[in-house]
């Protein structure tokens, strides 16, 4: 099943799903496909800001940040050194609709990776 990159990026406050492989103990692999909500707390041109009782850990590095659709937002790349910390979990992602993640997407990817209504 095809995964497709969203028309646009998330709103502030929206609910997106994050999952991967992460670790769940500082120093403990993680087999397990693990997945839960967060919230947008920040959009720019290069990034977004979740946060929520669910995010990334060190090995969710490369993994999907999807809207309500399923489509992709974001690209996971920062997420929590200890996963056990009793604070809001924080991951940063990379923003697919950024200006020149789009442009080197486009000139990458196949045209049918994009949402019809969507950057292409």
Known sequence: MPIY????APQFLSTLEISGFGKQQPNKQNNVLLYGEVNVEK????????????GGSK????????????????????GQADPTAHYPLVTLAVN???KEV????????PPSSF???GVC
């Open 59 to 78: 090995g969710d590095s490369g993994g999907p940040l999807v809207d309500e659709n399923g489509d992709l937002v974001g690209v996971l790349m920062r």
């Open 5 to 8: 990159i969203a028309a646009k």
């Open 43 to 54: 959009v720019d041109e290069n990034t977004i800001l979740v946060e929520g009782g669910a």
């Open 96 to 98: 697919l609709n950024g």
């Open 115 to 117: 949402k019809s209504n």
């Open 102 to 109: 789009t442009k080197f997407l486009k000139k990458h990817l």
